[in-house]
């Protein structure tokens, strides 16, 4: 079999530079023979799934919706990470369509649709057993879930389901029409689903988390909200194999593996799937110390204070029950064997200030070399295990447990019901107190403290109308358009179909 590698693939996928438009490629991997039995049947799916793996670093995804939002930043430390201005250009709603997030996501996700389709393509040659049905119907949900990344992230986008036949340079189709369309693949293809499995993989649980999110955000996506539906899929997860950890902590740790609160997850090891590297981007230099790292962190990524505040019920004193402000590093830091670390430019002790001066700190504008390098509480929500790498081998979670209870509660209120009973699950679980009658504004904290560094937060702000307001660093009202990210300029080049308005499917 081959596949012609057409301009629109080139156009999404790929920079210019790195591909010749006019090649064939000969699929390697299959073959007529091919799959001759069910482990080589396993391996059809496998480029579509390591599509994922840039998702947390490379693919600019988890930058878009965590520095976005009010958060995660990251400061400028006299120059050091300015890299042009990148990372401030999110967290101020300043992007443009050259901006380095903006301009990676499109390429990954893509990436991720073509491969799931090439599989498909594939197994449309032969018989449709029972095992290539089950194998399709994986592959359909993960080809919607790259769709629902696109129709988040960018709104109305190219939409296909072959890689066969396609345009050479498509139009945009509308985001409601995706969203209806990825939600019937995925209806069709989850009865032929297993209830539960790996973490990792295609399952029932994971179906129905993906559809939650589809229709929780319905009114953002297609203008009509479906609170009810939402609702509908969080009981089908409940009704499963699923349940919260006793520790907030345990979804995190370095084997997370078979946690029972993690439904879907994107697998890394250290050496064999790399790509987790937030904690080098949030850890001080010096924190190599304290877990006897094998690389040096790189002082960057922290939490905004407003937010670090809302874990602790005095924070002058910080007084608090709440078990995720072990989320954080703060304070005086030690080495692993209990001593006191001194900054290795100041020679003071390491003492980390939650309040951070400024977004961008420097020598001439008179802030001290101890704010510069030291401000900021950073984070070791995810294990960094002692003698950790610059990868770690913590699986990242897309959907969780704990998030199903929010959305069902949320769900529940906005129906006007009393959904106390799913967040105080979520609360009391952290040691927080109880509470009753729980409001929009109340969840939407709550969700804040729990599913904190894990890419949920830009979209919850969308979602409860509260992403274009003014915070930290960032007075103004963002304009309405920057609840999408704009197509990338080099893709507009390649296919300047996109830049027009969208079309029906």
């Known amino acids: 079999m081959k596949t012609k590698i057409l301009t629109f693939f ?27 039995n069910e482990s080589q049947l396993a391996t059809v799916s496998i480029q579509t799934y390591k599509a994922l793996q840039p998702m947390v670093d490379g693919a600019g995804w988890w930058f878009a919706q965590e520095l976005t939002s009010d958060e995660a930043v990251c400061p400028v430390r006299d120059g050091n990470w300015l ?8 967290y101020q709603h300043t992007w443009t369509n050259n901006t380095e997030a903006v301009n990676t996501m499109w390429s990954h996700f893509y990436t991720g649709v073509y491969e799931a389709n090439k599989a498909i393509d594939f197994l449309n040659t032969f018989e449709e057993t029972d095992d290539i049905k089950v194998k399709k119907a994986k592959l359909t949900v993960l080809r919607s879930l790259f769709f629902w990344f696109l129709i988040d992230n960018y709104g109305d986008v190219p939409y296909y389901t072959s890689n066969l036949n396609v345009e050479d340079k498509p139009m945009r189709n509308r985001r409601a029409e995706i969203w209806t369309n990825i939600v019937a693949d995925i209806n069709s293809a989850t009865p032929l689903l297993s209830e539960t499995g790996a973490n990792s993989s295609v399952t029932k649980g994971m179906a129905y988390a993906l559809l939650a999110k589809l229709y929780i955000n319905a009114e953002v996506y297609t203008g009509t909200p479906q609170w ?65 790292m094998v690389d040096g962190p790189w002082n960057g990524f922290a939490t905004v ?34 001593n006191i670390i001194k900054d290795a430019v100041t020679n003071t002790d390491l003492i980390l200030n939650p309040a951070i001066p400024a977004l961008v700190m420097s020598k001439a504008d008179g802030h001290t070399s101890e704010q510069i390098r030291m401000s900021g509480a950073r984070v070791q929500k995810f294990e960094i295990k002692n003698g950790a790498t610059k990868n770690l081998s913590n699986d990242y979670p897309i959907f969780r447990y704990a998030d199903i209870l929010l959305l069902k509660a949320e769900a529940m209120i906005r129906q006007s019901k009393n959904g106390d009973a799913f967040v105080n699950q979520v609360r009391q679980r952290a040691g927080a107190d109880a509470w009753g009658g729980v409001t929009l504004d109340m969840l939407l904290a709550e ?51 996109l830049a027009a308005a969208p079309i029906d499917l």
């Open 10 to 36: 080139i156009a999404i996928f790929f920079i210019a530079s790195c591909t010749n438009l006019d090649v064939e490629l000969e699929d390697g991997l299959y073959s007529e023979e091919y799959p001759e």
């Open 305 to 338: 204070e407003n937010h670090f505040k809302t874990y602790f019920d005095e924070y002058s004193t910080l007084i608090t029950k709440d078990k995720r402000k072990d989320y954080f590093l703060y304070g005086q830091q030690k080495d692993a064997s209990g």
């Open 228 to 292: 009810e539906k939402a609702e509908q899929y969080c009981d089908s997860i409940i009704s499963l194999n699923y349940a919260l950890e006793a520790n907030p902590l345990a979804p995190f740790i370095t084997e997370n593996s078979n946690s029972v609160e993690n439904i879907f997850t994107i697998p890394y090891d250290e050496f064999d799937m790399e790509g987790f590297n937030l904690h080098m981007r949030t850890l001080h230099y010096q924190h190599g110390d304290k877990f006897n």
């Open 447 to 497: 969700r804040g403290r729990e599913l904190f560094w894990e890419a949920n937060r830009r979209q919850d702000l969308i979602r409860f109308g509260k992403f274009l307001d003014s915070k930290w660093e960032k007075p103004d009202v963002s304009s309405s358009d920057r609840t999408i990210f704009p197509i990338p300029q080099w893709a507009i080049d390649a296919n300047p179909n």
């Open 83 to 90: 890299d042009g201005g990148k990372w401030t250009a999110l």
